[in-house]
Every structure is written in C-alpha cells, then in structure tokens.
T-cell receptor, first 111, second 118 residues
Framework: DAKTTQPNSMESNEEEPVHLPCNHSTISGTDYIHWYRQLPSQGPEYVIHGLTSNVNNRMASLAIAEDRKSSTLILHRATLRDAAVYYCILKFWGGNEKLTFGTGTRLTIIP | GAGVSQSPSNKVTEKGKDVELRCDPISGHTALYWYRQSLGQGLEFLIYFQGNSAPDKSGLPSDRFSAERTGGSVSTLTIQRTQQEDSAVYLC????????????????FGEGSRLTVL
C-alpha cells in the first residue's frame, strides 16, 4: 500500500481557516487522494477526493501539490463541529481494494 | 434505509463466548469492508468483499475471526471464543464500483458495533 504521513494532532481557533497537511511521496499515477474524517463516537465519513487539480465541495477544499507528493485539506472557517480525526488515504482508481487508514490527525478546535 | 446499518450497536459478552456482528450495506454497493477500532486507535482493516470475488481476508487477526457475505448483500462477522483483546468498535463500510456515476468508490461507514469482552 502506498503510505501517507500526517501530523498526529493540530489545534485551531474557531472561525479561522485550518490547513491539514498530508505527505504521500510514493503516490502512483492512478492513485486518488481521499480524505475522511471521524467525529467522536461515529464511523468515518467521506470529505473530499482529488487526482491532480484542486477540488472544492461544501465541506472543504483540497489543494494538491504539482508533483502530487503532498496535499492539504482546507477547512475555510472551522467550527466546533469540525473537531475530529482526519484521515488522508490513497485509493487506486481502477478498483476497490482494502484501504489502509493511518492514525490520522486529531483536530482540536479552540472556542 | 439510506445508510449502512450495523447491529447490535453494543454487545457485552463473556470471555470464551462466540459473537456475531451484522452489517447491512447500502443497496447496490458491490464492495463491503470490515474494520475494527480499539479505544483511541486508528482503523485496523479486517476483511474486504468485492462482488463475487474471493474476499481479501489478509487483515483477520486470527482463525477465531471469520466473515461471510450472503447474496452479495448482508455480511456477518463472527468471532469465536472471544478474548478481552477483541474488545473494540467493529466498523462496516460499503462502496460502489469505481466509475459508477463518475464516483471513485468512496466508502460509506456504519455507526459501528461496540464489543466489550469481560
């Protein structure tokens, strides 16, 4: 499995932007970059994914480096409800396969 | 239902007993995954089913663990002779085949089944 590396934890003030980094230096050309988050006492939920271009949706933005060896999940205006563990995962486009979730980044939002 | 359904939501059992955990995936999803999450830890892959293909069982921690998926839909994870270290939240997820409606097979998780072995 291609590996991803994330900081164990981050803190951010409420209503400020949050940039969550992820390194994936061994990414292959057919790997999509997926982000999930896990709120307390819940199963993970899909946040966003991308291949090469930056992506935006109602939850977040994903900025992908030109060489695709790193990416950043951007929460534009953090709320207390965004406190969660965020997982960055590489997923081969061509098929389903087991996905390896690392330990993710635990995001704490400071009121 | 619209989402992945798991039952029971909580299960307390005695060491040595067998338990069965059930997962009802989203209708039409071809892939089904089982993960477990011990307290404060990340997700540990257990097993993955894709359509009619042989399941990927590479994550099952011992031969006390088994899973089946009947008719390509509902799945049951069975743990025999439970041990205290089996205590965890067991999470099920399902996904569409990549390429369906332009999607890349993102996973939809259930709420999990919390297993406590006394």
């Amino acid at each position: 499995d291609a590996k991803t590396t994330q900081p164990n934890s981050m803190e951010s003030n409420e209503e400020e932007p949050v940039h969550l980094p992820c390194n994936h230096s061994t990414i292959s050309g057919t790997d999509y970059i997926h982000w999930y988050r896990q709120l307390p006492s819940q199963g993970p939920e899909y946040v966003i994914h991308g291949l090469t271009s930056n992506v935006n949706n109602r939850m977040a933005s994903l900025a992908i480096a030109e060489d695709r060896k790193s990416s950043t999940l951007i929460l534009h205006r953090a709320t207390l409800r965004d406190a969660a563990v965020y997982y960055c995962i590489l997923k081969f486009w061509g098929g389903n396969e087991k996905l390896t979730f690392g330990t993710g980044t635990r995001l704490t939002i400071i009121p | 239902g619209a989402g992945v359904s798991q039952s029971p939501s909580n299960k307390v059992t005695e060491k040595g007993k067998d338990v069965e955990l059930r997962c009802d995936p989203i209708s039409g999803h071809t892939a089904l995954y089982w993960y477990r999450q011990s307290l404060g830890q990340g997700l540990e892959f257990l097993i993955y089913f894709q359509g009619n293909s042989a399941p990927d069982k590479s994550g099952l921690p011992s031969d006390r663990f088994s899973a089946e998926r009947t008719g390509g839909s509902v799945s049951t994870l069975t743990i025999q002779r439970t041990q205290q270290e089996d205590s965890a939240v067991y999470l099920c997820a399902s996904s569409e085949r990549p390429g369906t409606s332009g999607r890349t097979g993102e996973l939809f998780f259930g709420e999990g089944s919390r297993l406590t072995v006394l």
